[in-house]
Structure formats: structure tokens, C-alpha cells
């Protein structure tokens, strides 16, 4: 194998295929990254058995071959080569050693055989759909921060993405909770969605996608079965492993009869969560709202700091005092871009509900502290 | 105002489905003749079973398994006094009324009661029901409806042995999608009362305050919700 590539054409892809890579492996050819080169184009594909990546970039490419190399230490190598530099790979006779040549740089990479290089592989993937760039951004956006992390939670640490009806009409819906907040997302079902299994996409793919998206133009076409999902755009193609657990029935703790209700520039609530929780400590970070006609009091107090108070006009009249995690509350505010908020609350040990008054697609629940 | 130093995050009520296939039913001595009154229908004496058992032992779910064996219907006990007796007849050839004890000693729901295991007797048919009380110590209001029912075939759930109760506190946790170790149920098991009913309570507590926690289930955490049901 041997080919010559535009540095910032390799670097942007290897960009890509490196972030999948784990940085602790105890199988090493899952730190390398697969190489063919063929045919003037280059294809780059990295997995960690669960996720996997392939991108292909143009190439000059003088003998065909394919081969792995370390991912991180050649992304590093070419990141740090100077801007416009071209860039040479080439396999030894053996197979065993990538030389990488730029100006007057010279790398010898260790290689392990191709053969050894775990493909996840699709299987057959029935439904088929796809998405607009910018809507896929919106409904990842609109949904990711309430992914849970905590691993025992495995069915929670992702995007449950199922058909559903929304008063009669059929939507595609994303939903992500931790147990403390769920988010939900929807949008008109595109085409080709109909009939699809409810699947739960793993925290990891979503951000690998997420970074991805901000490049896409076009639509994304996204494949899926019942275990595997794939998201394919422009030169790249992301498979993921879907996660293997049941999500829970989050209708249930959706409250249908809240029913005092306030309006509340986004912008002005967040600056106000923020500044009184600077006095807030300990992990809950907890902020308590007075809700008394038309005045909103956030308050935060500390045993080591002090306390804190702010006043805050919104449309409404209603009395409560509940405690929130000002973490979650920032969170939901800052996917709210129109002008104002709804909180649709119950009393201070149920579900809230917030929403932007401008945007049904997104709605948000929000479970208080009891303080 | 409050100290909110301590506050704690009240979690979503995401409680698990859970599973009542026959593979999901577990089997000890306790339960062992209950499971073999199922497997021996339709060759039952009378036209209605009676499964009894504590709280949570475990009816509703051998009621299931019924269920998926006959194709029959579940009708709410509720349907005693807003049904007829032939309505609810109608429902389906075979019919379990899941928790009859509230409705017993009422007259109004036994008359539809009586009529229901007479038009079942003359059809051939079959029909279950799941009380915690035996008809034994039932108090009837209708004396004809009472004898039919302590005559009937009775299917006891009695408390579980240390096997059952550790292979049931392990289904609990697995009904809601958590994993737990050994250890876990190894530090419960002595601990707890012996009963179905507080297996599904501290499953149902240990969820919540990891939920809450965002911890796993491990033997701390299982400290904290032992120590918090005590005080309750």
C-alpha cells in the first residue's frame, strides 16, 4: 500500500475514526485504526466492538493495500504536521510497518494484520429512513443532557428513538431520561419510519454522531434493525449496536393534570438560577422557587457560604414552593431559544413540566428535591 | 428558609414491567402444590379454583400463567356490582377474577358471584379466582355461595423458604432491569422479613434510592434502604 493525501484531508477524517477509539484497550487491534486504500480513495474504519466508523477520503493512491496502525499516534503524527503538507503512507513488503512521510518528518508505525480487525458488520437492516441534517441536530440537542451515565442503568444511557401518535398524528420521538429529568422530542414521521422498532441508541454513538452532524449538509440516512443502527452522510458511515434493555414506559410520568401554570423569559430565568446558585453546595445544588402571583423568588442557601435570593417577574398567578437541582434546570432552559417558558407544575414532590411556548416539538419533565 | 444543604432529588416513578410468563414463575415447596392445581387443569373438581397466599406471593402471576394457558379473560373484581353475572359469562369461556376479597361479604357482588359459578358449572366451564383470604376464614354473606367455595379446589401460596425468597428477590430486581450481585442478596436475605410482600417492598425501595442516588444496587446502598425500612 501506498498512497499520498492532503494533511488536512487525513486529519479531518482521522478526526473523525479516532474519537471512537478507546483510549484504554486490552485487545490492541482495537486501537488501530483499518486502512484500504484503493481505487484513489482511502478508507479509514476504527470500532470498539460496539460502535464502529468507516469514512473514505480521496487519495492518491500509487499501490493499492490495506493495513491497521495505532489511530491515536497517527492522528496525533498528522495533527501536528504544518498546515498544506502533503503526506505519504506506505506499507512495508512484510505488512509489519507503516512508513508516514511529510516534508523532512519521517514515522515508522507498528501494524497489526487486517485479518484481525473485528468488523461489527449490519446484518440486515429493514427500516430505512432519513433525516434532515439540521433536525437530527435539534432532536440529539433537544435530548442528550438527560441520558443517564450511571452504567447500571444500561437501558437508560441512551436516545430511545420509536414511532408514536401525537393527537393523531404520527411522530418520530426521541426520549432520555436519568431518573431525575426526561426529555422528549418529536417530529413528523419521515417516510420509510413506519412499522420501525422503538430502539435505544448508546450515549457513546450519540456523541460520536452528534460532533458528525455539525459537517453534514444534507439529510442523514439512517438504517436500523432491532440491534444494530447505521447513520450514513457524505464519505461516512456510523454503525452502532443498539442496547440490548427494555426503556420504561415514560408516558406514566408525564402529568397530564398540573395545573398551575407561569410564563418566564428563558433568558432572564437562567441568568437568575445561575447567579443564586453560586451559593448552593453539595451535589444536589439546590435552588428553591416561591412562586407567589406574578413574583418568582429563587433562593439558595449554604452552610459554609451564606444565602442568597432573587426576584423575578413572570406571567401567572399562582403560589408553590418546590427545590430544583439548578444543574437540571440550566440544562432544560438552555434548549428553550424561543421568548418565553412555560412551567406547568403540580405541587413540590411532583413531575414539572417545562416547555418553550414557541416550540411543541420538545417537552421536558423535571422532578424537584424534596428540601 | 429551609436548609437545603441535604435536599434529596425525588426520582421518576419508572418502575419496571413485570414479567408473568410461566418461564418467569418461580417454583419452591411453598408454591409447589399451587403450580400443580394449573398444570392439572381442566381436570379440576369444580368449576372455579381458589389461589390463595400473602400479599405479593405471587397470585396474580400463577393467575397469568393460567391466563396464557386457557386464552382466558381477566375481569375486574369491580364487574361484580356493575355486571351481570351473564355479562362477565360472556366475557370469555374462561375467566379469572384477579383479588375477590374486598368483595367478599358483600351481598350484592356475591349474588353475581353465585349465579357466575352456576352458569360455569352447568356449561362445563372453568373460571379462577385470587384472593389473600382462604374461603375458609371468609366471611360470606351468602351462605350457598360459601359452601361452594370452601368446597372448591384450593390452591395455597404459603410463605417462601430462603431458596424462593433469594431466586424471587433476584426476579424483583430483574423485572426492573437491575442487575444485582450475590453479596446483594446475601445481605438482604438475613435481614428481611419472610415474606413476598417485603421482598417487593425493599426491591422497590432499593430502586428508588439508586434512582435517586444515581449509585448501582450494592450492599451500602442496601444498608441505607434496610436502615430506612426499619424506621418505617
Known amino acids: ?371 | 428558609m429551609p436548609k437545603l444543604s441535604k435536599a434529596q432529588q425525588i426520582p421518576l416513578d419508572l418502575a419496571g414491567r413485570t414479567a408473568l410468563g410461566l418461564e418467569d414463575y418461580l417454583i419452591g415447596p411453598c408454591n409447589k402444590d399451587a403450580v400443580s392445581w394449573i398444570d392439572r387443569w381442566p381436570d379440576w373438581p369444580a368449576p372455579v379454583l381458589v389461589i390463595t397466599g400473602p400479599a405479593a406471593s405471587g397470585k396474580t402471576h400463577l393467575a397469568a400463567v393460567w391466563r396464557d394457558k386457557t386464552g382466558a379473560e381477566i375481569v375486574k373484581p369491580e364487574m361484580l356490582i356493575s355486571r351481570s353475572a351473564e355479562q362477565i359469562a360472556g366475557v370469555n369461556q374462561n375467566i379469572v377474577i384477579d383479588g375477590v376479597d374486598p368483595w367478599l361479604g358483600y351481598r350484592e357482588a356475591e349474588t353475581t358471584l353465585f349465579h357466575l359459578y352456576n352458569i360455569f358449572k352447568e356449561e362445563g366451564r372453568t373460571f379462577l379466582v385470587t384472593s389473600r383470604m382462604a374461603p375458609s376464614h371468609a366471611d360470606f354473606a351468602i351462605a350457598d355461595l360459601a359452601s361452594r367455595f370452601r368446597a372448591a379446589p384450593l390452591a395455597s401460596i404459603h410463605p417462601p423458604d430462603d431458596m424462593l425468597l433469594g431466586s424471587v428477590l433476584i426476579k424483583l430486581f430483574s423485572d426492573r432491569q437491575l442487575k444485582v450481585n450475590n453479596d446483594v442478596v446475601k445481605y438482604i436475605l438475613p435481614r428481611m422479613e419472610r415474606s413476598f410482600s417485603a421482598a417487593r417492598d425493599i426491591v422497590e425501595q432499593a430502586d428508588k434510592l439508586a434512582l435517586s442516588k444515581k449509585r448501582g444496587v450494592s450492599v451500602p446502598l442496601m444498608r441505607e434502604v434496610m436502615a430506612a425500612l426499619q424506621e418505617f
Open chain 1, 1 to 371: 500500500m501506498k498512497l499520498s493525501i492532503e494533511r488536512a484531508d487525513l486529519l479531518r477524517s482521522l478526526n473523525h475514526v479516532q474519537s471512537v477509539v478507546e483510549r484504554r484497550n486490552t485487545i490492541p487491534i482495537l486501537a488501530n485504526v483499518l486502512m484500504k486504500a484503493d481505487d484513489g480513495m482511502l478508507s479509514l474504519a476504527t470500532t470498539d466492538m460496539d460502535l464502529e466508523i468507516n469514512e473514505s477520503v480521496a487519495a492518491n493512491v500509487s499501490s493499492s493495500g490495506t493495513t491497521t496502525a495505532p489511530a491515536h499516534t497517527l492522528h496525533d503524527i498528522v495533527r501536528k504536521l504544518p498546515d498544506g503538507a502533503d503526506v505519504e503512507l506506505e506499507l512495508n513488503a512484510e505488512g509489519t510497518q507503516m512508513t508516514v512521510r511529510s516534508g523532512r518528518s519521517q514515522f515508522k508505525l507498528s501494524c497489526l494484520p487486517t485479518a484481525d480487525f473485528p468488523e461489527i458488520g449490519a446484518g440486515d437492516l429493514p427500516t430505512q429512513l432519513a433525516i434532515p441534517a439540521a433536525d437530527l441536530r435539534a432532536l440529539i440537542d433537544r435530548t442528550k443532557f438527560a441520558m443517564s451515565t450511571e452504567e447500571t442503568r444500561y437501558y437508560l444511557n441512551g436516545i430511545y428513538l420509536h414511532e408514536a401518535e401525537n393527537e393523531g398524528v404520527a411522530v418520530l420521538r426521541a426520549v432520555a431520561t436519568d431518573g431525575h429529568r426526561l426529555a422528549r422530542f418529536e417530529m413528523p414521521l419521515p417516510e420509510g419510519a413506519s412499522g420501525m422498532p422503538g430502539v435505544i441508541i448508546p450515549r457513546k454513538a450519540i456523541g460520536e454522531l452528534r460532533k458528525l452532524v455539525d459537517e453534514a449538509a444534507d439529510a442523514i440516512q439512517i438504517t436500523l434493525s432491532e440491534s444494530k443502527i447505521r447513520f450514513a452522510f457524505d464519505h461516512i458511515v456510523l454503525t452502532s449496536k443498539l442496547i440490548d434493555g427494555t426503556f420504561p414506559d415514560y408516558q406514566r410520568v408525564i402529568p397530564e393534570g398540573n395545573d398551575k401554570i407561569v410564563e418566564i423569559d428563558p433568558k432572564v430565568f437562567s441568568s437568575a438560577i445561575d447567579r443564586v446558585s453560586t451559593i448552593s453546595d453539595g451535589k444536589s445544588r439546590a435552588v428553591k422557587i416561591a412562586l407567589n402571583g406574578k413574583q418568582m423568588t429563587l433562593s439558595a442557601s449554604s452552610a459554609e457560604s451564606g444565602s442568597a435570593t432573587e426576584e423575578v417577574e413572570v406571567n401567572g398567578d399562582t403560589d408553590i414552593e418546590i427545590g430544583f437541582n439548578a444543574k437540571y434546570l440550566l440544562d432544560i432552559t438552555s434548549q428553550i431559544e424561543g421568548e418565553g417558558c412555560r412551567l406547568t407544575l403540580a405541587d413540590a414532590a411532583s413531575p414539572t413540566i417545562i416547555q418553550d411556548n414557541s416550540d411543541p416539538s420538545a417537552l421536558y419533565v423535571l422532578m424537584p428535591l424534596r428540601v
